[in-house]
């Protein structure tokens, strides 16, 4: 990767940085743009473009070559940054060492620009970069109350969120504008193409740290220090692309570059900004629709709402948030995985809240799982990780060719053998599932040809039920049956019965069950039946609690490996 001699130029109402950076075959303009009045303060320096060309480099192992001197402070930050990318996603280390011997120092160019006459703004200048988040936001208040250091600047990126409209985009704008003169703080436009051009090659999560520190840099003659709140605390180390131990290391000879409040996590930084109401009414944390306000449904806003609800501030959920706030809302998620902060979070939540802990959780397991979460709130994936094992996406869990039989803890098998059928519950069976084909013809068969049973059937493409009323409903029931299109059988389905004393009945084609029924041992043969054994009718009590005892053995003792026949 090559990253050419930079350019000053007015463009409009701004001063525009740009550079040439060539990797692979690929050669494109890489950005920044600052007020035209602060040209004076824009050097034609590659500065703003190191961090995000270090990044790319070491993400599409090449070499990286600057057409201009770089100082031994630079080239060792730059190194670091390398050396953990390296350790955090094993990508390459890229060749650095002719970075100092390189050909062209930064010097005037067009625009009349001097480097060496921008010597005494600088000063105490002190610059935090601001969007309106918990993170930044809460380093405000911290500023503004004296126990973190003074700011001098708020620097603020506009038009970087690719979801904003033009329209949207200038509102946002105006509401963080509104927000510095609230607090009479200069608040400098920033543009750039920077977050365009990283999103090409690499997802948000790992650039957005050298994004924004890369952009802010372009004031470097004007900062002493340049500030970026953190998104994680202390306790995560990495991989992130933006931590207190990465961030400091995109500082030049003229800018340090602090990462501050990563001793605090989210919810400490929310009862700080709390303290504020009127800068809490104006937080800007939701980015995924294009809305001038926080829509209240995302993920972001409901990790950041459930923040504010644990410290008692419903009000300014009310205020800050276009929808009111439920637990139901967070059974609603759907789409990205959850942000790095979110287990601080849930770790906060304390019994008075113990709805929201089962929604988060429900929603942690449905991310972690996709459609193998059970709906009683079993989660396969953190039961490997407690037993020191580990789940593929792709694994299957059960019995049957190429399936992982659930680990159980030895506390677990003891109490499973101790259990027997209910042969007073209320419900003789339940069919509790998600919605497709398969779930509501078994549900017709069993109302046909069985005694009077519950069906919940709920929508495979949402959280559904509350796990806590699928576990009612599981522990008020005698059996509970399920349709499985696949050659083996349900270990998340079996596991939830049991362990709620419910007898489980797989169904399943013929010639699905002749396959599953050639492995599985002889007397867990009952656990499955075809579709036309629904006519069979419902087993009586006997037969009930031998098949669960067949399941408890299956689950406490695994089944043998299948023979091959001689």
Same mark, same amino acid.
């Given at each position: 990767?090559?990253v ?6 007015? $463009?409009?109402?701004?001063? &525009?940085?740009?550079?040439s950076?060539?990797?692979?075959? $690929? ?5 920044? +743009? #600052? ?34 001197t770089?100082? !031994? ?9 390398a ?18 011997? &390189?050909?062209?120092p930064?010097s005037?160019n067009?625009?009349?620009?001097? =480097?060496?006459?921008?010597?005494g703004?600088r +000063?105490?200048?002190a ?9 930044s ?11 973190? &250091? ?5 620097? +603020? ?9 033009p ?7 105006? $509401? ?5 003169d ?13 977050r ?5 090659l690499?997802?948000w ?7 924004? #520190?890369?952009?802010?840099l ?21 991989p992130?692309?933006?931590?207190s131990?990465?961030?400091p290391?995109?500082?030049? $000879?003229?800018t340090?570059?602090?990462a ?6 989210? #919810? ?8 504020r109401p ?18 209240g449904r ?17 009000e ?7 929808k ?11 789409g !990205? ?26 929603y942690?397991?449905?991310v ?11 989660n ?7 037993a020191?094992?580990?789940?593929s996406?792709? +694994? ?22 101790a ?6 519950? =209320? ?31 709920v929508?495979a493409?949402?959280?559904?039920? =509350? ?24 270990g ?15 169904f399943?084609d ?10 599985l ?5 009952p ?7 629904v006519?069979?009718?419902? !087993?009586?009590e ?10 408890v ?7 043998? =490996?299948v023979?091959?026949?001689?």
């Amino acid at each position: 990767m090559r990253v050419s001699e930079p350019r000053v130029s007015l $463009d409009r109402d701004q001063a &525009a940085l740009s550079c040439s950076v060539a990797f692979g075959s $690929d050669e494109r303009t890489w950005r920044v +743009g #600052v007020p035209k009045e602060l040209i004076r303060f824009v050097a034609p320096a590659v500065d703003p473009f190191l961090p995000l060309a270090t990044l790319l480099a070491s993400y599409l192992g090449e070499d990286l070559q600057v057409d201009q001197t770089l100082s !031994p402070t630079q080239i060792e930050g730059l190194t670091s940054a390398a050396a953990l990318f390296a350790q955090w996603w094993d990508w390459s280390i890229p060749n650095l060492s002719g970075l100092q011997n &390189a050909a062209v120092p930064p010097s005037e160019n067009a625009t009349g620009f001097n =480097p060496s006459a921008v010597t005494g703004p600088r +000063g105490d200048n002190a610059g935090l970069l601001f969007t309106r988040g918990i993170d930044s936001t809460a380093s405000l208040v911290a500023a503004l109350d004296g126990s973190s &250091a003074p700011v001098t600047h708020l620097l +603020g990126i506009d038009g970087i969120e690719p979801n904003h409209s033009p329209r949207v985009a200038a509102e946002v704008w105006a $509401d963080t504008q509104a927000v510095a003169d609230l607090v009479s703080l200069p608040l400098i436009r920033l543009t750039t193409n920077l977050r365009e051009e990283a999103d090409r090659l690499l997802p948000w999560g790992q650039t957005h740290g050298a994004v924004l #520190v890369g952009t802010a840099l372009v004031l470097s003659p004007l900062l002493a220090t340049l500030s970026i709140s953190q998104t994680v605390d202390n306790s995560h180390a990495g991989p992130h692309g933006s931590t207190s131990r990465l961030d400091p290391m995109w500082s030049t $000879d003229s800018t340090r570059v602090k990462a501050v409040h990563s001793e605090m996590d989210r #919810v400490h930084k929310a009862a700080l900004v709390a303290t504020r109401p009127a800068l809490a009414a104006a937080i800007k944390v939701c980015w995924e629709g294009d809305t001038r306000k926080n829509c209240g449904r995302c993920l972001k806003c409901l990790h950041t709402m459930t923040c504010f609800e644990l410290l008692g501030a419903s009000e300014l959920v009310e205020s800050a948030f276009h929808k009111p706030f439920s637990s139901e809302a967070i059974r609603q998620l759907a789409g !990205p995985g959850p942000a790095t902060s979110l287990q601080q979070v849930i770790d906060a939540i304390d019994e008075d809240h113990a709805v929201l802990r089962e929604a988060w959780e429900d929603y942690l397991s449905r991310v972690e799982n996709g459609q193998r979460r059970g709906l009683a709130g079993l989660n396969p994936s953190a039961r490997f990780a407690a037993a020191g094992g580990s789940l593929s996406p792709e +694994g299957l869990v059960g019995w049957g060719l190429h399936c992982q039989q659930i680990p159980l803890s030895l506390d677990e098998r003891h109490r499973l053998c101790a259990m027997s059928t209910k042969a007073q519950a =209320p419900i003789d069976w339940c069919l509790a599932d998600r919605k497709d084909a398969g779930s509501v013809e078994l549900a017709a068969e069993l109302t046909d040809h069985w005694t009077t049973g519950a069906v919940l059937i709920v929508d495979a493409e949402i959280s559904g039920a =509350p796990p806590g009323a699928v576990s009612r409903l599981l522990s008020a029931s005698k059996v509970r049956c399920w349709l499985s299109d696949s050659p083996h059988l349900d270990g998340i389905r079996l596991i939830e019965a049991i362990e709620h004393g419910c007898v489980p009945i797989q169904f399943m084609d013929e010639q699905h069950l002749r396959s599953l029924c050639a492995e599985l041992p002889q007397w867990a043969s009952p656990l499955v039946r075809s579709m036309q054994q629904v006519e069979l009718g419902l !087993p009586n009590e006997a037969e009930l609690q031998l098949i669960f005892q067949a399941a408890v053995q299956l689950a406490v003792l695994g089944s043998p =490996p299948v023979m091959a026949a001689s």
